[in-house]
């Protein structure tokens, strides 16, 4: 039984091992200037500096990639939620939605940030810095409010 047990831990160690030449691509999408969200809309300082620091890993073009995405399967994990995250929304490309799918997305954003579904708890765990407070998700909401209601269809 223990021989079983010291190969099955071996067999487990090298697939780790193998595993590790499976890279994710980090090339973040070039950033065109004219398309990003404040080119589209006007944004307060204070919600740029929330939606930079909680908010453009996952949905911008402009991802910091972290240490642990330099270990697979950890960097897969994080790859599709990235992916994932600019599939739904992406900052750098906000003035490409159309105005009814812009005014959807600042609706979706109070919805997502003031239910605290937004940033996601996984995230959260490694990037304590990214959790908003429930001033900075009124002032999220606020804003995303406003300017859906200026948003004429």
């Known amino acids: 039984m223990k021989k079983a047990f010291k190969i099955f831990l071996l067999l487990i160690f090298a697939a780790f091992i193998v595993i590790q030449f499976f890279r994710i691509d980090k090339t973040n999408p070039p950033i065109a200037e004219g398309n990003n969200i404040e080119a589209a809309l006007a944004v307060p300082a204070d919600v740029s500096m929330i939606l930079s620091r909680s908010c453009a890993d996952c949905h911008s073009n402009n991802t910091v990639y972290p240490w642990y995405s330099n270990i697979q399967p950890a960097a897969w994990f994080l ?75």
């Open 79 to 153: 790859k599709d939620h990235i992916d994932e995250g600019r599939r739904e929304l992406n900052l750098s490309e906000f003035n490409t939605y159309t105005a009814k799918k812009q005014k959807r997305k600042l609706e979706e954003i109070c919805e997502m940030v003031g239910s605290t579904q937004m940033p996601l708890p996984s995230y959260l765990w490694l990037h304590r810095d990214a959790a908003l407070s429930d001033s900075e998700r009124k002032a999220i909401c606020d804003w995303s409010k406003a300017e859906a209601e200026k948003i004429q269809l």
